[in-house]
C-alpha cells in the first residue's frame, strides 16, 4: 500500500507482527496484578515508548519537566522494562498517530486500575506536557474523547475484543493514514518541546521585566543560539550586533532604522528581534522583502527555526498567500512577504481588526521607499500599519541610507548607523591600463596603484580592449569573481569571450563537478542546453540574468556558491538579489543598460566584493573610459541619493490607490480625515518638495474626484467649509480594485472584459481565461511575429477561434498581417499582442516545456518564464477581485484552478512537491522519480539519504528541503486543526451548557 514507506521492521509484514503482540496482549490480561513501581508488559503505553535524548538526560539518567509553578514530575530512563515491552516498543516505534490512539484507547478499557504508580506518574507527565503544546494528534485524542461513550463494564470490555480485530482496525487505520497523510507523534518530541515551552515562558518574563538580564541569549532560550550555530556556523556576535541589539529603543520597542555597508550582518540582528517577537511576546511577524527569490530563500533558510521553536512560516510571493491569513490560536506566523503581497497583507488585517495581532514588521531594503510604484507601495503600506495600530514596532535596515531625518519622521523611529564590514573593501576605477584606488582624500578622488601585468597579443587586444580577461585571471579559478555588466546581450558576450581566451588547465579545475552541471543543464532543458553555456560552463564560468529560466538560474547559483563556477556575468539584478559574494567585482562599464550608474546602485554592486569567514578582503574594479572619467569622480565622492516619495511619481499605482483603499477600510472617510493621513506619509514629510503649482490638499482633492469620476467612490467633494461634513463611501467596484490590488489604469477595462466573457465565456479550453488573466501591463514589450501569429491561431479549434473573434482580433487582421497586406480597420495593439501572450500561455500549460514554447515564438526562455510567473500572479489578483462582486461568481472555481496551474505549471503529479520553498520543476522531477511523491514523503525523510538518491543535491539544500515540507505540513495540519475546534465548539449561551 505504501511503497517504499511502509513502517516494516525488518522483512517481517507489519500486520503479521500487530497479530503477535495482539496474541500477547490478550494473555497478558491473564497475568495477575504485578508488585507497585513494576511495568506491566500487557499494559501498552502509547507516545512512551522512545527512550529519553541524550542531551535531555542529567548524569542519573533522569529528565525533569515542570509542569508548573509548584510540581515537577521525573521520567526515569532506567525504569525495569522487561524483553517483551522493548519488542513491542519498537514496533510502535512508527507507528502514525491513529494507531498510536488505538493502543491508547484498548489500553484504557483493559488496563482500568490495574495502572502502576510509576505508570501513572509518566502519565501525568505526559498529560502536562501535551497541555502545553498541543499537537494535532492530541487534539484528534480529545476529539475521540467527546465522541466517544463511556462504558467501563467488564462485559463491554470482552465485546469490544470479540467484535474489533487489532488486525483490522490497523488495516482501516492505515487506509486512512494513507489518505490523510497524518504527522507521526512523538511523546519525546513532545516532552522536548514542553522544555523548550518552559524555557520560552521564562524567557517572556525576562524580556518583559525591566531587568538588565537578558537571559542565555538576547532573552531567548539557549537553544535559539545553538541553532544559529547548527544551520549557520555563527558562533558569536560581531561587536555592533550586540549593542544594537542592546538598544534602550530596541528593549522599549520603539521604531529603529539600521544602516550598515552590504555584508556587515543586519540580517542576523532582524531575525533575532523576530523571535523574540514569534517566541516570548507571542505576536505574529511580517517581514519585508524586495523579490520573490528572496523572499523563497528566506522561507528556505527560516523554515528549520520555525519546526525547532514551534512557529509557521508562510509564504506571500507571486501567487501565494491566504487573503486574510488564517486566525490562528495556537502557533504564531511569520510571514515573509514581497512589497507587494505585504501590502495586501496589511490591508486584510486592518479589515478583518487584527492589525494588532501583528506585533513586528521588518523592511530589509528600506531604501525601496524612493524606487517606482513598489517604494509608493511600500510607503502604503508603512503609513497604514503606522496609523492603524499603536502595538506594531517597525524595523528597517538598509546599507544605502542618505536622507535618514526624513525616514526617521515618517517612521517615528530612532536610527543607528556603524561603519563595520567584516571583510575590508578596496575600491579601485581601471582607465586604459592603469589601476587607481578611490580615496576621497586626495583633490580628485584617485590615487596610482599599479599597472596591469599581462602581456596581449594583438588580438586579444582587439577582442579585450578593456583587459577583463587580466582583471579575472589574477583571481580566478582560485577565488570567484563578478562581472556586472549593462545589459543581458554584454552578459553572454563577456562569458563567452573570456572563456576563449583561457588557458586549457581551466577545463581541469573541478572537471566532473562542471560536467555534472552541464548534465543537470541538459535535464532542466528536456534535452537542451544553451549554447554560450555549454560553450563556458566547462571553463568555470556562466552568464546570470533574467533571461535564464528559473530551474537554470538556481543551478548556476547553486555551483556557483559550492565553487564549481567562478565567475560569473550579470546584470545589476543581481546585485539586490540572492546572496552571491565574490573576491573580486568588476564593473564592465559605468552604465545600467543606456543610464549612467547611481550612487546607491554603485554601492550595491561593490558591497558584493568580500565574502566573511572565507576572503580577508574584497576588492572592485570600475572599469572607465577616458570620457566617462569626470562622471565617475563625481559619482564615487558623491553621498548617497536621496529617498524621495513616489506617490505621485507612480499615480494610478500610488496616490489614488492609496486613497481608494483608505476609503474602503474606513481608515479616513472624509477629506479631512484624507488629509490628516497624508499629512502622516512620507510624501507629507517631504511636502516642501511639491511644485509650487499645487498644495498637497489640493492633490489629495483631484485625486478624490478622479475616483469618484471612476466610479470607484461616492461622495461629494465640497468646498472649503464643508469639506469634512461629506462621508466618503467605496463602490463595490472600489472595493474589489483595491482588494485584487488591480492597477486603477485597468480596472474599468478588466471589469468590462469579465462581463463581456460572461455573455459568451468560451470553456472547451483555458484559452478565454488566459486572456483575461495575461497581465496588461507585459503588452507594451511584445512585438509579435505574425507568422508565428497566424500558425498558431490556425492550429487553433473553431471553438478556441471563436476567443479572437470576441476580443477584437479577427482572423482576416492576423492574415493580412502575416502576409504584409494593408490594414484598414483599427484593431487595438495592446489587445492583438495580450491575445499573442494568451497564445504563448495556452501553448505553455499544453506542454509544459519553456524549452520547447520559446522557440516555437521565437522568444528567449527566460521571458517565457517572467510571462508565467506575472501571469500567476495576475491571476491571483483577477481571482481576489471577482469574489468581491457577486455577478462574477462564475469565474472564482474556474480562476482557483487556473492559478494553481499558471502557478507551477507542472504535471499535476508534481505540485504537491512544487509547494515546497526551493522546489522547482527539475528538483520535483528527481524527487518524484526518487519515490518521493508526496509532501508527508519530504517531511519524513531523511536528508543524507535524499543527498544521496538526488544528484547536485547538498546536505544543507536536503535538509532546508525537509524542513521547508515539515513547515507546510505543520501549517496545513494547524490550519485543519483550527477548523475542527471552531466546528466542535459547543455555543455558552445554550441552556445546559458551561
Given at each position: 500500500?505504501f511503497?517504499?514507506?511502509?513502517?516494516?521492521?525488518g522483512?517481517?509484514?507489519?500486520?503479521a507482527?500487530?497479530?503477535?503482540?495482539?496474541?500477547?496482549?490478550?494473555q497478558?490480561?491473564k497475568?495477575?496484578?504485578?508488585a507497585?513501581?513494576?511495568?506491566?508488559?500487557?499494559?501498552?503505553?502509547?507516545?512512551?515508548?522512545?527512550?529519553?535524548?541524550?542531551?535531555?538526560?542529567?548524569?542519573?539518567?533522569?529528565?525533569?519537566?515542570?509542569?508548573?509553578?509548584?510540581?515537577?514530575?521525573?521520567?526515569?530512563?532506567t525504569?525495569?522494562?522487561?524483553?517483551?515491552?522493548?519488542?513491542?516498543?519498537?514496533?510502535?516505534?512508527?507507528?502514525?498517530?491513529?494507531?498510536?490512539?488505538?493502543?491508547?484507547?484498548?489500553n484504557?478499557?483493559?488496563?482500568?486500575?490495574?495502572?502502576?504508580?510509576?505508570?501513572?506518574?509518566?502519565?501525568?507527565?505526559?498529560?502536562?506536557?501535551?497541555?502545553?503544546?498541543?499537537?494535532?494528534?492530541?487534539?484528534?485524542h480529545?476529539?475521540?474523547?467527546?465522541n466517544?461513550?463511556?462504558?467501563?463494564?467488564s462485559?463491554?470490555?470482552?465485546?469490544?475484543?470479540?467484535t474489533?480485530?487489532?488486525?483490522?482496525?490497523?488495516?482501516?487505520?492505515?487506509?486512512?493514514?494513507?489518505?490523510?497523510?497524518?504527522?507521526?507523534?512523538?511523546?519525546?518530541?513532545?516532552?522536548?518541546?514542553?522544555?523548550?515551552?518552559?524555557?520560552?515562558?521564562?524567557?517572556?518574563?525576562?524580556?518583559?521585566?525591566?531587568?538588565?538580564?537578558?537571559?542565555?541569549?538576547?532573552?531567548?532560550?539557549?537553544?535559539?543560539?545553538?541553532?544559529?550555530?547548527?544551520?549557520?556556523?555563527?558562533?558569536?556576535?560581531?561587536?555592533?550586533?550586540h549593542?544594537?541589539?542592546?538598544?534602550?529603543?530596541?528593549?522599549?520597542?520603539?521604531?529603529?532604522?539600521?544602516?550598515?555597508?552590504?555584508?556587515?550582518?543586519?540580517?542576523?540582528?532582524?531575525?533575532?528581534?523576530?523571535?523574540?517577537?514569534?517566541?516570548?511576546?507571542?505576536?505574529?511577524?511580517?517581514?519585508?522583502?524586495?523579490y520573490?527569490?528572496?523572499?523563497?530563500?528566506?522561507?528556505?533558510?527560516?523554515?528549520?527555526?520555525?519546526?525547532?521553536l514551534?512557529?509557521?512560516v508562510?509564504?506571500?510571493?507571486?501567487?501565494?498567500?491566504r487573503?486574510?491569513?488564517?486566525?490562528?490560536?495556537?502557533k504564531k506566523?511569520?510571514?515573509?512577504?514581497?512589497?507587494?503581497?505585504?501590502?495586501?497583507?496589511?490591508?486584510?488585517?486592518i479589515?478583518?481588526?487584527?492589525?494588532?495581532?501583528?506585533?513586528?514588521?521588518?523592511?530589509?531594503?528600506?531604501?525601496m521607499?524612493?524606487?517606482g510604484?513598489?517604494?509608493?507601495?511600500?510607503?502604503?503600506?508603512?503609513a497604514?500599519?503606522?496609523?492603524?495600530?499603536?502595538?506594531?514596532?517597525?524595523?528597517?535596515?538598509?546599507?544605502?541610507?542618505?536622507?535618514?531625518?526624513?525616514?526617521?519622521?515618517?517612521?517615528?523611529?530612532?536610527?543607528?548607523?556603524?561603519?563595520?564590514?567584516?571583510v575590508?573593501?578596496?575600491?579601485?576605477?581601471?582607465i586604459?591600463?592603469t589601476?587607481?584606488?578611490?580615496?576621497?582624500?586626495?583633490?580628485?578622488?584617485?590615487?596610482?596603484?599599479?599597472?596591469l601585468?599581462?602581456?596581449?597579443?594583438?588580438?586579444?587586444?582587439?577582442?579585450?580592449?578593456?583587459?577583463?580577461?587580466?582583471?579575472?585571471?589574477?583571481?580566478?579559478?582560485?577565488?570567484?569573481?563578478?562581472?556586472?555588466?549593462?545589459?543581458?546581450?554584454?552578459?553572454?558576450?563577456?562569458?563567452?569571450?573570456v572563456?576563449?581566451?583561457?588557458?586549457?588547465?581551466?577545463?581541469?579545475?573541478?572537471?566532473?563537478?562542471?560536467?555534472?552541471?552541464?548534465?543537470?543543464?541538459?535535464?532542466?532543458?528536456?534535452?537542451s542546453?544553451?549554447p554560450?553555456?555549454?560553450?563556458?560552463?566547462?571553463?568555470?564560468?556562466?552568464?546570470?540574468?533574467?533571461?535564464?529560466?528559473n530551474d537554470?538560474?538556481?543551478?548556476?547559483?547553486?555551483?556557483?556558491?559550492?565553487?564549481?563556477?567562478?565567475?560569473?556575468?550579470?546584470?545589476?539584478?543581481?546585485?539586490?538579489?540572492?546572496?552571491?559574494?565574490?573576491?573580486?567585482?568588476?564593473?564592465?562599464?559605468?552604465?545600467?543598460?543606456?543610464?549612467?550608474?547611481?550612487?546607491?546602485?554603485?554601492?550595491?554592486?561593490?558591497?558584493?566584493?568580500?565574502?566573511?569567514?572565507?576572503?580577508?578582503?574584497?576588492?572592485?574594479?570600475?572599469?572607465?573610459?577616458?570620457?566617462?572619467?569626470?562622471?565617475?569622480?563625481?559619482?564615487?565622492?558623491?553621498?548617497?541619493?536621496?529617498?524621495?516619495?513616489?506617490?505621485?511619481?507612480?499615480?494610478?499605482?500610488?496616490?489614488?490607490?492609496?486613497?481608494?483603499?483608505?476609503?474602503?477600510?474606513?481608515?479616513?472617510?472624509?477629506?479631512?480625515?484624507v488629509?490628516?493621513?497624508m499629512?502622516?506619509?512620507?510624501l507629507?514629510?517631504q511636502?516642501?518638495?511639491?511644485?509650487?503649482?499645487?498644495?498637497?490638499?489640493?492633490?489629495?482633492?483631484?485625486?478624490?474626484?478622479?475616483?469618484?469620476?471612476?466610479?470607484?467612490?461616492?461622495?461629494?467633494?465640497?468646498?472649503?467649509?464643508?469639506?469634512?461634513?461629506?462621508?466618503?463611501?467605496?463602490?463595490p467596484?472600489?472595493?474589489?480594485?483595491?482588494?485584487?490590488?488591480?492597477?486603477?489604469?485597468?480596472?474599468?477595462?478588466?471589469?468590462?472584459?469579465?462581463?463581456?466573457?460572461?455573455?459568451?465565456?468560451?470553456?472547451?479550453s483555458?484559452?478565454?481565461?488566459?486572456?483575461?488573466?495575461?497581465?496588461?501591463?507585459?503588452?507594451s514589450n511584445c512585438?509579435?511575429?505574425?507568422?508565428?501569429?497566424?500558425?498558431?491561431?490556425?492550429?487553433?479549434?473553431?471553438?478556441?477561434?471563436?476567443?479572437?473573434?470576441i476580443?477584437?482580433?479577427?482572423?482576416?487582421?492576423?492574415?493580412k498581417?502575416?502576409?504584409?497586406?494593408?490594414?484598414r480597420?483599427n484593431?487595438?495593439?495592446?489587445?492583438?499582442?495580450?491575445?499573442?501572450?494568451?497564445?504563448?500561455?495556452?501553448?505553455?500549460?499544453k506542454?509544459?516545456?519553456?524549452?520547447?514554447?520559446?522557440?516555437?515564438?521565437?522568444?528567449?526562455?527566460?521571458?517565457?518564464?517572467?510571462?508565467?510567473?506575472?501571469?500567476a500572479?495576475?491571476?491571483s489578483?483577477?481571482?481576489?477581485?471577482?469574489?468581491?462582486?457577486?455577478?462574477?461568481?462564475?469565474?472564482?472555481?474556474?480562476?482557483?484552478?487556473?492559478?494553481?496551474?499558471?502557478?507551477?505549471?507542472?504535471?499535476?503529479?508534481?505540485?504537491?512537491?512544487?509547494?515546497?520553498?526551493?522546489?522547482?520543476?527539475?528538483?520535483?522531477?528527481?524527487?518524484?522519480?526518487?519515490?518521493?511523491?508526496?509532501?508527508?514523503?519530504?517531511?519524513?525523510?531523511?536528508?543524507?539519504?535524499?543527498?544521496?538518491?538526488?544528484?547536485?543535491?547538498?546536505?544543507?539544500?536536503?535538509?532546508?528541503?525537509?524542513?521547508?515540507?515539515?513547515?507546510?505540513?505543520?501549517?496545513?495540519a494547524?490550519?485543519?486543526?483550527?477548523?475542527?475546534?471552531?466546528?466542535?465548539?459547543?455555543?455558552?449561551d445554550?441552556?445546559?451548557?458551561?
Open positions: 500500500m511503497g517504499d514507506y511502509d513502517s516494516f521492521c522483512n517481517d509484514s507489519l500486520l507482527q500487530v497479530d503477535d503482540i495482539e496474541h500477547k496482549y490478550l497478558d490480561e497475568l495477575d496484578v504485578k507497585p513501581g513494576e511495568i506491566i508488559p500487557g499494559n501498552l503505553q502509547p507516545g512512551l515508548h522512545q527512550k529519553a535524548q541524550d542531551n535531555f538526560s542529567t548524569s542519573e539518567n533522569m529528565v525533569v519537566l515542570k509542569a508548573d509553578k509548584e510540581d515537577a514530575f521525573q521520567i526515569n530512563e525504569d525495569a522494562v522487561d524483553n517483551n515491552q522493548e519488542q513491542t516498543d519498537s514496533i510502535l516505534d512508527e507507528l502514525p498517530s491513529s494507531q498510536l490512539l488505538y493502543f491508547e484507547k484498548m484504557k478499557l483493559s488496563s482500568g486500575s490495574r495502572i502502576s504508580p510509576a505508570s501513572e506518574g509518566r502519565n501525568k507527565c505526559v498529560n502536562s506536557s501535551s497541555e502545553k503544546i498541543r499537537s494535532p494528534s492530541s487534539f484528534c480529545d476529539a475521540e474523547q467527546i466517544k461513550p463511556t462504558d467501563s463494564s462485559d463491554s470490555k470482552s465485546d469490544l475484543f470479540k474489533e480485530s487489532l488486525k483490522d482496525h490497523l488495516k482501516s487505520a492505515m487506509t486512512g493514514n494513507a489518505k490523510a497523510q497524518t504527522l507521526q507523534v512523538s511523546k519525546t518530541k513532545q516532552l522536548k518541546e514542553a522544555i523548550l515551552s518552559e524555557e520560552i515562558c521564562v524567557a517572556r518574563k525576562t524580556i518583559e521585566s525591566s531587568s538588565v538580564d537578558i537571559g542565555p541569549f538576547y532573552g531567548l532560550p539557549s537553544k535559539v543560539k545553538d541553532l544559529f550555530r547548527q544551520f549557520r556556523g555563527i558562533e558569536m556576535l560581531y561587536e555592533w550586533q549593542d544594537c541589539l542592546m538598544l534602550e529603543s530596541l528593549q522599549q520597542r520603539r521604531n529603529l532604522i539600521y544602516s550598515l555597508p552590504a555584508s556587515g550582518g543586519k540580517t542576523l540582528v532582524a531575525e533575532i528581534i523576530i523571535l523574540q517577537e514569534l517566541l516570548c511576546r507571542q505576536k505574529d511577524v511580517l517581514m519585508i522583502l524586495p520573490v527569490a528572496i523572499v523563497q530563500e528566506k522561507v528556505r533558510g527560516l523554515s528549520s527555526f520555525g519546526i525547532e514551534g512557529f509557521l508562510e509564504e506571500y510571493a507571486g501567487s501565494k498567500g487573503f486574510p491569513p488564517i486566525k490562528r490560536r495556537i506566523s511569520l510571514y515573509i512577504a514581497t512589497i507587494e503581497k505585504g501590502h495586501a497583507l496589511v490591508n486584510s488585517l479589515e478583518t481588526e487584527r492589525i494588532d495581532d501583528l506585533g513586528l514588521v521588518v523592511v530589509d531594503e528600506l531604501h521607499l524612493g524606487e510604484s513598489r517604494g509608493a507601495t511600500l510607503e502604503m503600506t508603512l497604514k500599519i503606522l496609523y492603524a495600530s499603536k502595538n506594531t514596532q517597525i524595523i528597517g535596515m538598509s546599507a544605502t541610507l542618505n536622507n535618514v531625518g526624513d525616514l526617521q519622521k515618517f517612521l517615528h523611529a530612532e536610527y543607528y548607523t556603524n561603519n563595520f564590514r567584516p575590508e573593501l578596496k575600491e579601485y576605477i581601471k586604459r591600463d589601476i587607481y584606488a578611490v580615496d576621497s582624500k586626495t583633490e580628485n578622488g584617485f590615487t596610482f596603484s599599479r599597472l601585468n599581462f602581456k596581449y597579443s594583438s588580438n586579444l587586444e582587439k577582442a579585450d580592449p578593456d583587459h577583463i580577461i587580466a582583471l579575472v585571471t589574477e583571481v580566478i579559478p582560485k577565488y570567484s569573481c563578478l562581472i556586472f555588466c549593462p545589459t543581458k546581450k554584454n552578459c553572454e558576450n563577456v562569458a563567452s569571450m572563456c576563449k581566451y583561457l588557458k586549457k588547465e581551466f577545463r581541469a579545475h573541478r572537471e566532473k563537478e562542471k560536467q555534472d552541471l552541464v548534465k543537470n543543464l541538459k535535464y532542466i532543458g528536456n534535452g542546453v544553451c554560450v553555456l555549454k560553450q563556458t560552463i566547462p571553463f568555470g564560468i556562466a552568464y546570470h540574468h533574467s533571461g535564464l529560466t537554470e538560474r538556481k543551478s548556476i547559483e547553486e555551483a556557483y556558491s559550492a565553487g564549481v563556477l567562478c565567475l560569473l556575468a550579470c546584470t545589476a539584478t543581481l546585485a539586490a538579489g540572492v546572496n552571491l559574494p565574490a573576491r573580486r567585482v568588476i564593473l564592465r562599464a559605468p552604465y545600467v543598460a543606456n543610464d549612467f550608474l547611481k550612487k546607491n546602485q554603485y554601492k550595491q554592486m561593490i558591497g558584493r566584493a568580500g565574502r566573511a569567514g572565507i576572503d580577508s578582503a574584497g576588492e572592485s574594479i570600475l572599469i572607465v573610459q577616458e570620457k566617462d572619467k569626470h562622471l565617475v569622480q563625481d559619482l564615487v565622492n558623491s553621498p548617497l541619493e536621496n529617498c524621495h516619495s513616489n506617490l505621485l511619481l507612480e499615480l494610478t499605482k500610488g496616490m489614488q490607490t492609496l486613497l481608494l483603499s483608505l476609503v474602503g477600510l474606513k481608515i479616513a472617510v472624509t477629506y479631512e480625515e488629509n490628516n493621513f499629512c502622516s506619509t512620507l507629507g514629510v511636502q516642501q518638495l511639491l511644485s509650487k503649482e499645487k498644495s498637497l490638499s489640493e492633490i489629495i482633492k483631484d485625486g478624490l474626484e478622479n475616483l469618484i469620476e471612476k466610479g470607484l467612490l461616492k461622495g461629494r467633494i465640497s468646498e472649503k467649509d464643508q469639506n469634512s461634513k461629506c462621508t466618503l463611501t467605496i463602490t467596484l472600489g472595493k474589489a480594485t483595491y482588494k485584487g490590488s488591480i492597477d486603477l489604469a485597468y480596472c474599468n477595462l478588466l471589469y468590462r472584459e469579465l462581463k463581456k466573457g460572461l455573455e459568451g465565456l468560451i470553456l472547451e483555458n484559452l478565454h481565461l488566459l486572456y483575461l488573466t495575461t497581465p496588461y501591463d507585459t503588452t512585438s509579435p511575429d505574425w507568422m508565428i501569429y497566424l500558425r498558431q491561431f490556425n492550429q487553433l479549434s473553431g471553438a478556441e477561434q471563436k476567443v479572437a473573434d476580443v477584437g482580433v479577427p482572423e482576416s487582421f492576423i492574415t498581417k502575416a502576409s504584409g497586406q494593408a490594414i480597420k484593431v487595438d495593439s495592446a489587445v492583438v499582442n495580450r491575445l499573442y501572450l494568451s497564445f504563448v500561455l495556452y501553448t505553455l500549460l506542454e509544459t516545456n519553456i524549452w520547447s514554447v520559446s522557440e516555437k515564438f521565437n522568444m528567449s526562455r527566460g521571458y517565457v518564464q517572467n510571462l508565467l510567473n506575472s501571469a500572479s495576475f491571476a489578483c483577477v481571482l481576489r477581485f471577482c469574489e468581491e462582486l457577486e455577478e462574477f461568481w462564475v469565474y472564482k472555481a474556474l480562476l482557483t484552478e487556473l492559478t494553481k496551474q499558471l502557478t507551477y505549471c507542472v504535471k499535476t503529479e508534481l505540485i504537491p512537491l512544487m509547494e515546497v520553498a526551493g522546489v522547482l520543476e527539475a528538483r520535483a522531477k528527481q524527487l518524484y522519480n526518487a519515490g518521493y511523491k508526496t509532501l508527508a514523503h519530504l517531511a519524513n525523510a531523511n536528508p543524507d539519504t535524499l543527498v544521496e538518491m538526488i544528484e547536485h543535491l547538498s546536505r544543507r539544500q536536503a535538509k532546508q528541503i525537509v524542513s521547508s515540507a515539515k513547515m507546510l505540513l505543520s501549517e496545513k494547524e490550519a485543519l486543526q483550527e477548523e475542527v475546534e471552531e466546528l466542535l465548539k459547543v455555543p455558552t445554550i441552556p445546559g451548557t458551561y
